[in-house]
């Protein structure tokens, strides 16, 4: 077995997923290599889910009873618990949505309705880049499309980073929000937060961070980026599916618009106005996901007692094995940085003639899971030419083992397709 330094105790990690143990295809055990798409989830996560309906199960706020109030308390202290994941200021600074999409949607939705000095008009300029998720493209595209804002991004180069080299002339006056992602879902590639968030500063523009490919892998301190958005998502960092988060400086919360209406978020209603409660009830109308907050809590829980920084160590050492092994194979192509340095966990290529969903056919019955397609960043393909890729992307459970299986399912694939 191949032994690489900085490793997690990844055997004694592996016993917590009980989906890792099974087996597909005539027995094959699977290898797990779509993490960059959704985790798969810790004992300790289904416990928390299970606890949960089948002793507390109630909706959350105002109720007097008992099970209205432990339900309560496990929602709220799920919050407690990412504000601390995250190193927030302040809990209500921490709103609960479905996913990232929605966190971002919040944000774009909030500055078209927004007074000055935020608001987002055909007088201003809206910022992102060629490698965002689709979730933090098409927002601020309908965002402009109503306001009549101009929407502006920067490039990539050849290898896969940003084009930072007129950030000047594409960050301006005019900008009133720069929202781009901290780690890129198809490339892997860790952008220079401080420069973008330096150049936005210096114009008085917001800047938010999609966080989704982040919160998951490393250390993620929001006061430390200076951004006045993050978004991220739970089903990607051990959690359940339907729990995201936003998190946003509290005096913009306070001066921001809500989104939805309904329950939960009003102070007092009349036949003729409403007032608003404060963040972060303001911006979660309704009943909220409270099973999957607390399934997140369990996640945030779980991470926290391995270690971020451990994870991050465990993930870099994995992925420097991954692109070692994957340049060997004859005809591969890394689309993104062809190092481990500045990438994260997740690496996209194609092989040679053949098509990704080719490959990931061929993979999945050796048992092998990876992600085929544009991934939902279809310019990152338009810009480089191509119409998919292959994506393999690691976590803390997979093993240099796995890297193995991989490169060997690949040379399977190429013998198959002559």
């Known amino acids: ?35 960059a798409a959704t985790s798969q989830k810790p004992r300790q996560v289904l416990d928390a889910l299970n606890a949960y309906y089948e002793r507390h199960n109630a909706n959350v706020h105002r109720g007097v009873h008992v099970l209205a ?39 774009a939705n909030m500055l078209g309705w927004a007074d000055e000095p935020y608001r987002v008009d055909r007088e201003t300029e809206i910022v992102i880049t060629e490698m965002e998720h689709h979730s933090n493209i098409v927002p601020w595209q309908l965002l402009a499309q109503r306001t009549g804002a101009k929407l502006r991004w920067f490039g990539i180069t050849d290898d896969g980073r940003l084009d930072l080299s007129n950030i000047d002339e594409i960050i301006t006056e005019q900008t009133k929000i720069v929202s781009f992602t901290l780690v890129s879902n198809i490339m892997g590639t860790i952008n220079p937060v401080e420069t973008i968030v330096r150049r936005a500063q210096e114009v008085g523009a ?39 988060v936003l998190w946003g400086r509290q005096e913009l919360l306070e001066d921001l618009p809500p989104f939805l209406g309904g329950g939960e978020m009003i102070e007092t209603v009349s036949m003729h106005s409403s007032t608003y409660a404060p963040a972060p009830h303001k911006f979660e109308a309704g009943t909220p996901p409270i099973a999957q907050a607390v399934g997140l809590g369990a996640a945030v829980d779980y991470l926290t007692s391995i270690g971020m920084d451990k994870i991050a160590a465990h993930e870099h050492a994995i992925t420097e094995y991954a692109v070692q092994r994957l340049l060997e194979v004859p005809d591969l192509r890394i689309v993104g940085p062809s190092t481990a340095e500045d990438r994260g966990a997740t690496i996209s290529f194609t092989l040679g003639d053949i098509h990704p969903h080719d490959v990931g056919q061929v993979l999945d019955e050796q048992g092998i899971a990876v992600r085929v397609g544009h991934h939902c960043a279809r310019p990152v393909c338009l810009r480089y030419g191509i119409p998919a890729t292959t994506r393999a992307s690691f976590y803390l459970y997979s093993t240099p083992g796995e890297v193995d299986a991989l490169v060997e399912g690949l040379e399977h694939v190429r013998n198959f397709f002559g």
Do not use: W
């Open 206 to 244: 917001l800047v938010c961070i999609d966080a989704s490919q982040a919160a998951p892998h490393m250390v993620l301190d929001v006061q430390a980026l200076q951004a006045d958005f993050v978004a991220f998502t739970g089903h990607k960092m051990c959690g359940p599916t339907g729990i995201g």
């Open 69 to 107: 109030e432990e339900a309560t308390a496990l929602y709220e202290g799920a919050r407690d618990k990412v504000a601390a994941f995250i190193n927030a200021p302040s809990r209500d600074e921490v709103i609960f949505t479905k996913n990232a999409s929605e966190s971002l949607n919040l944000v």
């Open 1 to 35: 077995m191949t032994q690489l330094p900085g490793l997690l105790d990844t055997e004694a990690i592996r016993k917590d997923f009980p989906i890792l143990d099974r087996q597909i295809h005539d027995g094959k055990k699977v290898v797990y290599l779509d993490n």
